[in-house]
């Protein structure tokens, strides 16, 4: 618990040494050798402790944590196949099961496992994340626009889907697309300043330049010391020397050192 897994396996051994059939310290030993990146030795300790207490759900996770780490996709299926909707880690296993199919690129599939849980919680941020990457992965640019055109449909408010949807369009030259999403994010989640940004950002590239310095200026009255937002204004506006944002600037200077690096 206090992140020192390495101790934490010395003291599970010697416990197995005295009770070799205590199902919950191989569980222990399992998640411990997890955090040590050691997934092989996990595994082992982790079906030993489902072998002395069947079922044994608490196990569930982190053994599929650690098969998908080893890839060893065949067993997760064998695995979640034999979890049932009501068990505590079904939620878990479809989640893994989903990734599987994703890496495997058997991309119906692991769509069908993600919507199963869309359909018990519809505001499941990480089963919604899957079918993002489902749409991602399809090969054709225009059937993943078609793939993310339907999922932003029925899933308007859904920032990840927003905004996952407008980095894509961006990324394959649909700029007024970007933009008219960047622009819904905006309106979704209108106090931080992700959504303005990236729009202004999408603004400049189109040569709509005072639209981009006015979106700037949005995400610099949320953050004044948004880093990103000064770099890229720099780029497109000439400052005077009476402009009203040189005084965000001055104080920004006096608290440089306190600052990360890449915003300094």
Request: hydrophobic letters at 40%; a negative charge.
């Amino acid at each position: 618990a206090q992140g020192r897994p390495g101790d934490g396996c010395e003291l599970i051994d010697r416990s197995l040494k005295l009770d070799p059939e205590n199902e919950v310290a191989w569980l222990h030993l399992g998640i411990a050798r997890q955090q040590l990146g050691e997934h092989q030795s996990a595994i082992e300790a982790l079906e030993r402790a489902r072998d002395l207490q069947t079922p044994f759900p608490e196990t569930v996770p982190p053994l599929l944590a650690s098969l998908a780490a080893v890839r060893r996709f065949e067993e997760i299926f064998a695995l979640t196949d034999d979890i049932r909707r009501e068990d505590f880690a079904w939620r878990v296993s479809r989640l893994a099961r989903a990734d599987a199919l994703l890496e495997m690129g058997r991309l119906d599939e692991a769509e069908e496992a993600s919507r199963e849980l869309l359909e018990i919680d519809p505001n499941d941020a990480d089963a919604a994340s899957r079918l993002i990457a489902r749409c991602l992965a399809e090969p054709h640019p225009d059937q993943s626009l078609d793939r993310f055109q339907r999922l932003a449909e029925a899933r308007p408010n859904d920032l990840r889907v927003l905004s996952a949807f407008a980095e894509f369009a961006g990324r394959i030259g649909r700029l007024d697309d970007a933009e008219r999403l960047w622009s819904r994010v905006a309106e979704v989640d209108p106090e931080t300043p992700t959504g303005c940004y990236e729009k202004g950002r999408v603004l400049a590239v189109l040569g709509r330049v005072e639209e981009a310095v006015a979106c700037f200026e949005r995400v610099l009255e949320l953050r004044p010391g948004h880093s990103d937002t000064w770099l890229a204004l720099s780029f497109i506006k000439t400052f005077r020397s009476d402009d009203p944002r040189l005084v965000d600037v001055d104080a920004i200077e006096t608290n440089l050192a306190g600052r990360p690096e890449i915003e300094r």
